[in-house]
């Protein structure tokens, strides 16, 4: 009897833990309008023309490239390193726009883990083959950004 009560709180214990774990996105879903982290300048080029302004930030992500609703970041060897996208026109592969209830992509990703940082509070979706992620910012119960990003 002591061993199946046991068992019983050790299995409630695991499940809770699990529970409590965000789900994972697949890597292909690091993609916004249909650029992905690692693309080179040249892919970006090729799927959006010129942006509208290109900046040296001088920072890790050195070049950042404006388009209207989407900000790509290039970093080491002029490849993608983060996007943004703040336009129901660039969505991820999945679906998942700015503009959308969140409810929708909880629905499509799972739980996400809820990370709060400097600059607010975001849904997280770890990669599942890699150290980059996709954020989403919400506000009042609607996507407000969506950004694919990586550890530098």
């Known amino acids: 009897m002591r061993y199946i009560f ?11 833990a699990s529970a409590a774990e965000p789900s994972l ?5 690091l993609s916004l309008g249909g650029v992905a982290l690692g693309d080179t300048e ?18 890790f992500l050195n070049i950042r490239m404006d388009y ?3 900000t ?14 703040t336009s129901k026109q660039h969505c991820t592969p ?10 929708k992509a909880k629905a499509k990703y799972g739980p996400p883990l809820v990370a709060d940082r400097e600059d607010g509070t975001f849904m997280e979706y770890p990669g599942s083959q890699s150290a980059c992620w996709l954020q989403i910012a919400v ?3 609607s996507i407000k950004s969506v950004r694919a990003e990586c550890q530098p």
């Open 6 to 16: 046991s068992t019983a709180i050790a299995f409630l214990m695991v499940g809770a």
């Open 25 to 29: 996105v697949s890597d292909k879903e």
């Open 42 to 59: 040249a892919a970006v080029l090729r799927k959006l023309g010129q942006p509208r302004r290109i900046t040296d930030t001088g920072d």
């Open 68 to 70: 209207p609703g989407l």
């Open 72 to 85: 790509v970041w290039l970093g080491e060897g002029r490849r993608v390193g983060e996007v943004l996208s």
């Open 94 to 103: 999945a679906g998942i726009c700015p503009g959308m209830p969140f409810v």
């Open 139 to 141: 506000s009042k119960g």
